[in-house]
């Protein structure tokens, strides 16, 4: 018992766990020069200490690398074989949340306590070997390929390529056909590949390397929706549709290479099997495509405070993201609208009227942005702003915090010490980006585009630096009051928050609401 009768906290055995995984991770930025693939030979290393070779050669294994789309094509991937009836194992990554969603077991995060068994197992080095068996693992490249701990896998059943671009240049190369070199080091000789329509250059060396190792490149085309039977796919977004027909022809292969199934799904253009369509349409993914009302105003107000989250965070998704955001806020507002006008009509009929002033609302459109400092903001505001523009959107304020959690620890309470100063100068920066593009899109001289700071009565006090079209919270829960406070200080506003450039932002702000 600690002075004066107060009790220091009583750790839990799952935070315990998080401490000792934490204290693995090395604060080596990912753009550290000497992160050149030079300690990838130690993982076989591990795998050898844990004598978990022979456990990894016997796993029906499917491997996904790719710039966009990866996390998408795997939950298609698994959710597919899920309802064709097979016991799944799903890795991918980062979490948002919990370390604990990075491993799926059909469908569902592992449970603390074979999370804990499985980790003190491997913490430990003790000698008896884990019972879970699965039909079917689908991996989810985290960084590359090549040199990426998935990659330790050495007989994939199957591998696929997603959608390639621009992202980690720091690390892959800064062309199209150096990252494409990488993403490609999970292809195996002679194990049957796809991928998606690429850029020409990134399609030239995938076909290269592919033919080098005895590989069957195939290109699978978007699932056409007339075969979905009506539904709609599970994740949200067009570009859906190019991701799981990757996964279509992930599963087919996957199926035909194991002995399962002797129908060849590739070549049936005119229908897909029943627990295709199921787990297509019922796939889910936290942080693509989302969208989470705000459970703090919803009560009072529906719809008046909604956030659209995607982890969108290369050039290339922002366009992506902006297409998929427009179109949602528009379906929002026209079935709030037909909402109300029934509300209304349903009024006349009993001869009661009420105050419906959700269809009189206006809506307003806000950015909740953070992205990380190796990224080029110079590539990804210009792109996001153009894209939602040419729909007609234009947002009304940025809004532009730090992030709560940070890389070096895990755990559902990972956050950055408490410090009375937080650096906000990279938030700054993306202000002064994102101000200068205002000016430059309402055709004034960006260049002569200074930050005005308008210091409210708290801002100042709270560390706020607030512009005409902009504003840099010291930490995300103050930026969350700040759209809070607005809806109830003015019921004549909805807002609609569209979150994006980090999916570390998108965890923050998922665990922030969930509360």
């Keep these: 018992m600690s002075q004066g009768g107060n009790e220091s906290p009583k750790v839990s055995q799952y935070d315990e766990a998080m401490e000792a995984l934490s204290s693995l991770i090395t604060k080596r930025s990912r753009a550290d020069k000497s992160n050149n693939g030079d300690r990838f030979d130690l993982l076989f290393d591990y795998i050898k200490i844990l004598e978990l ?45 919990d370390v604990r ?48 701990a998935t990659n330790v896998v050495k007989n994939p059943i199957v591998c696929g390529i997603t959608s390639l671009g621009y992202d980690h240049m720091e690390i892959l190369g800064n062309t199209l056909g150096q990252i494409a070199g990488e993403k490609a080091g999970i292809f195996k000789r002679g194990v049957p590949a796809f991928t998606v329509p690429q850029p020409e250059e990134a399609m030239c060396v995938l076909e290269e390397k592919a033919s080098q190792l005895d590989v069957h490149l195939q290109v699978a085309s978007p699932v056409d929706p007339i075969l979905l039977s009506g539904l709609q796919l599970g994740l949200e977004g067009e570009h859906q549709h190019l991701n799981a027909g990757l996964a279509i022809a992930l599963c087919s292969t996957w199926l035909q290479r194991t002995g399962r199934v002797g129908i060849n799904y590739l070549n049936q253009t005119t229908s897909l099997p029943e627990e295709f369509i199921r787990g297509l349409t019922t796939a ?36 992506v993201c902006a297409k998929w955001f427009c179109l949602a806020i528009k379906e929002d507002y026209n079935s709030l609208d037909n909402r109300a006008h029934n ?16 269809s009189e609302k206006s809506s307003t459109q806000i950015l909740l942005f953070n992205c990380m400092s190796v990224r080029d903001p110079q590539l990804l505001l210009p792109r996001l702003m153009n894209a939602c523009a040419s729909h007609g959107v234009h ?102 928050v569209l979150v994006t450039g980090s999916l570390h932002l998108i965890g923050d702000v998922l665990r922030l609401i969930k509360k």
């Excluded at 003190?120 to 989810?140: F, G, P, Q, S």
């Design 284 to 319: 889910a993914l936290q942080g693509r495509a989302q969208i989470v009302p705000d459970p703090f105003i919803e009560n009072e107000s529906p719809g008046d405070l909604v956030f659209y989250l995607d982890g969108a965070h290369s050039p290339e998704s922002m366009d």
């Design 101 to 148: 969603e990075r491993f799926q077991l059909d469908g569902a995060d592992i449970c603390e306590e074979k999370f804990l068994t499985y980790f003190w197992w491997c913490w430990n080095r003790l000698e008896e070997r884990t019972t879970e068996k699965v039909d079917v693992a689908i991996l989810e490249v985290g960084l590359g390929g090549k040199f990426d």
């Design 395 to 496: 947002f009304k304020k940025a809004l532009f915090v730090p992030n709560t959690s940070v890389y070096y620890k895990v755990g559902t309470g990972a956050s950055p010490p408490a410090n009375s100063e937080v650096d906000v100068s990279w938030q700054l920066t993306l202000q002064r980006l994102w101000e200068g593009l205002v000016h430059g899109e309402k055709g004034t001289d960006a260049k002569n585009a200074d930050l005005t700071f308008e210091a409210g009565p708290d801002d100042t006090e709270k560390g706020v630096r607030s512009c005409e079209n902009s504003a840099v919270f010291p930490s995300l829960p103050l930026a969350i009051n700040w759209l809070r406070d607005n809806i109830q200080k003015n019921q004549s506003v909805r807002y609609q």
């Design 343 to 358: 509300e209304l009509s349903s009024s006349h009929e009993s001869g009661h009227m009420n105050n419906h002033k959700t």
């Design 53 to 97: 070779e022979e456990p990894i050669k016997e796993m029906n294994i499917i491997h996904v690398a790719g710039t966009k789309g990866k996390g998408s094509t795997c939950t298609f991937t698994e959710s597919i074989l899920r309802n064709c009836g097979f016991h799944t194992g799903l890795f991918t990554s980062p979490h948002l949340i």
